[in-house]
Nanobody, 124 residues
Framework: VQLQASGGGLVQAGESLRLSCAAS????????VAWFRQAPGAEREFVAA????????QYGEFVEGRFTMSRDSAENLVYLQMTSLKPEDTAVYYC??????????????????WGQGTQVTVSS
């Protein structure tokens, strides 16, 4: 299983970005999929996750309605639409999968495969 995250970049506060995660050797609809982020010197932080049933969805407390995670089963992609970005959202964002897991988890240890990460930088 290989995951490829993309879509990061440098934006100003208040702007939007959409991150994408593509998988090879795996079907997202068969797993729980999550986004995490990690800022320099900080621990990896849960951002969002979708379970095998897309109705099972969770977001980190800091999201406050600004981010939306979705899954395109036909294209086998997951997205993280981020709006109203803040400087404190600056981090490397990772997608991760937990094969065959039905429910989402906020714990990084529950995810077996990780993408390489994509840098998001928000300037003030």
């Amino acid at each position: 299983v290989q995951l490829q995250a993309s879509g990061g970049g440098l934006v100003q506060a208040g702007e939007s970005l959409r991150l994408s995660c593509a998988a090879s050797g795996h079907t997202f609809s068969d797993s729980a999929v999550a986004w995490f982020r990690q800022a320099p010197g900080a621990e990896r932080e849960f951002v969002a996750a979708v379970g095998r049933n897309v109705a099972n969805r969770q977001y980190g407390e800091f999201v406050e309605g600004r981010f939306t995670m979705s899954r395109d089963s036909a294209e086998n992609l997951v997205y993280l639409q981020m709006t109203s970005l803040k400087p404190e959202d600056t981090a490397v964002y990772y997608c991760a999968v937990a094969p065959r897991r039905f429910w989402v988890s906020r714990r990084p240890d529950d995810y077996s495969y990780w993408g390489q990460g994509t840098q998001v930088t928000v300037s003030s």
